[in-house]
């Protein structure tokens, strides 16, 4: 046999040896690619899935458990995430993950524990938009309102371009039914179109609160045409149920 021969054979075995070592990020490739397509997402998130049974490292994993966890399937994510909170390597903090599993207590109904689990992280100096943007949501949610604008104050000094952030101070701003401020924030915040429901919902609670129904509308309609999915902290059903609200209330109008 020649030294061609030997050296061929020699890089043939070491694809192989690669190909079957990193198998489950090859999968994840494909997958992702699948996915980011939107057009069989039950396919990605099964192959995505299968790629979690093959040696994978931390921060790829976390990325799949994440996506699962946003399309509906907690149980699989959690049982990802969760040994994820204690790795520590070169390329990965553990901290992502216990920032990752907030979202896991928090669809359980585990608010508490949500915001406990975050309010650790912030105590041990961890900061990232994410972080304040995730423990501002979950503090609304309990009715910490003082405490939501405090963290929310911070995460804007950390990051004022965030729109997770800058959505969260709009809505305290309405549920203490600061009209005025609350109508300054989404004014601005939409004018950067974003891509979530939520401005666009809130915005027409404040045209809702000063009778201005037709405002409120056209928001509504671009408020429904946006996604949702698990994570979302806003349902389809009441982006609808507002907008038939004001489609009566601008009925009533016309025909008052």
């Not at 030294?3 to 690669?18: E, P, R």
């Not at 003082?146 to 549920?175: C, F, H, M, P, W």
Request: glycine fraction near 6%.
């Amino acid at each position: 046999m020649g030294i061609g021969q030997l050296v061929l054979i020699f890089i043939g075995a070491f694809i192989l040896y690669s190909t079957a070592k990193n198998f489950g990020l090859v999968l994840m490739f494909f997958a992702m690619r699948r996915y980011s397509k939107d057009e069989d997402k039950t396919g990605a998130l099964a192959q995505i899935e299968k790629a979690l049974n093959f040696p994978m490292p931390p921060s790829p994993k976390l990325t799949c458990a994440y996506i699962l966890l946003k399309e509906g399937r907690p149980d699989k994510a959690e049982e990802v995430i969760a040994p994820l909170r204690t790795v520590e390597t070169k390329r990965f903090n553990s901290n992502e993950a216990r920032l990752h599993y907030s979202l896991i207590y928090w669809k359980k109904g585990e608010l508490d524990k949500a915001i406990e689990s975050l309010e650790e992280l912030m105590a041990e100096g961890y900061r990232n938009s994410i972080l304040y943007g995730n423990l501002g949501v979950y503090l609304i949610e309990k009715g910490d309102l003082d405490r939501a604008l405090e963290v929310t104050q911070e995460g804007l000094e950390y990051n004022s371009s965030s729109l997770l952030i800058r959505d969260n101070l709009g809505l305290i701003y309405i549920k203490k039914k600061e009209w005025d401020e609350a109508a300054r924030v989404y004014d601005e915040l939409l004018t950067e179109i974003p891509g979530f429901p939520d401005p666009y919902y809130n915005r027409a609670l404040i045209h809702k609160q000063s009778g201005q129904w037709e405002e409120a509308r056209d928001l509504l309609i671009k408020a429904e045409g946006k996604s949702y999915n698990y994570l979302s902290t806003l349902a389809l059903e009441q982006v609808q149920s507002l907008l038939e609200e004001a489609d009566r209330a601008i009925l009533e109008s016309s025909n008052g």
